[in-house]
C-alpha cells in the first residue's frame, strides 16, 4: 500500500512538471501579411477615334481624359480601378523638337533614381507599323512609377506612357499587379498604330 501512495505522488509530482514546463510564454508574431489579389482573365478590345493613334486595351480597364490637361485633346488615362493604378498617356506632335521630347522622357524616368534599386531598358521596334521607342522598367521598393515608355514615327508622331498607383508605393506587395498590368502594357505597344 505504501509503494502505491508513493507511485502515484511521484505520477502526479511528474505530470505537474510536465504541464509547468511544457507552457512557453513565448510570443512569436505572424509576419505581416497582404490581401489575396484576383486577377481578372484576359481580354482587350480596340480602341480606334478620332485620335492620330489606335491601341488595343483591357476590357477591365477605362478610358478617361487626362482633367489636368484639358488643353491637350489627345491625351488620356488608361484607369485600372481593382488595382487603383492608371497609366498616363500623353501625345504630342513632332515640330522639329523630338530631342526635347526623347530627353524630357530620359529626365522622368531618371527622376526615380534615388528610390530605384535598377533601371532597366529595352528597345521598342515594330517597323511594320512605324513604332520606335523605349521601355523602361524600374525596380525599387518605393518607386512611384514602376513603368515608362515612349513611341514614336521620329517625324511626326511623340507619346509617352507612365504607369502610376494611387497609393503607397510598396513594390514589394504590388509585384503581382506591376507584372500583370506590364502585360496589359505590352499588349498596347504591340498593337499600337499610327494614323
Known amino acids: ?3 502505491s501512495i508513493n507511485l502515484q505522488k511521484i505520477l ?3 505530470l ?6 511544457s507552457c512557453d510564454e513565448t510570443f512569436t508574431p505572424k509576419p505581416r501579411g497582404y490581401f489575396r489579389i484576383d486577377l481578372p482573365a484576359k481580354s482587350y478590345k480596340s ?4 485620335f492620330p ?5 483591357p476590357k477591365y480597364a477605362v478610358l478617361t481624359p487626362d482633367y489636368q490637361s484639358p488643353d491637350k485633346i489627345y491625351w488620356l488615362n488608361i484607369e485600372f480601378p481593382a488595382f487603383k493604378g492608371t497609366l498616363h498617356i500623353s501625345y504630342n506632335p ?5 530631342v526635347k ?28 507599323h512605324k513604332v520606335y521607342g523605349m521601355i523602361y522598367r524600374i525596380q525599387g521598393v518605393g518607386v512611384a512609377s514602376p513603368t515608362q515608355f515612349f513611341l514614336t514615327d521620329s517625324s511626326n508622331h511623340f507619346l509617352r506612357g507612365a504607369l502610376y498607383f494611387n497609393l503607397r508605393p510598396n513594390n514589394d ?9 506590364n502585360q496589359d502594357i505590352n499588349h498596347f505597344i504591340e498593337t499600337f498604330t499610327w494614323k
Open 101 to 128: 521630347y526623347l530627353e524630357d522622357s530620359r529626365s522622368l524616368v531618371l527622376k526615380h533614381i534615388p528610390k530605384a534599386s535598377a533601371i532597366s531598358d529595352s528597345m521598342i521596334s515594330i517597323p511594320d
Open 47 to 50: 480602341f480606334d477615334s478620332l
Open 53 to 57: 493613334y489606335s491601341f488595343d486595351y
Open 173 to 181: 506587395s504590388l509585384s503581382p499587379v506591376i507584372s500583370f498590368i
Open 94 to 98: 513632332i515640330h522639329q523638337d523630338l
Open 1 to 3: 500500500m505504501l509503494n
Open 16 to 21: 505537474l512538471l510536465l504541464l509547468l514546463t
Open 12 to 14: 502526479v509530482t511528474g
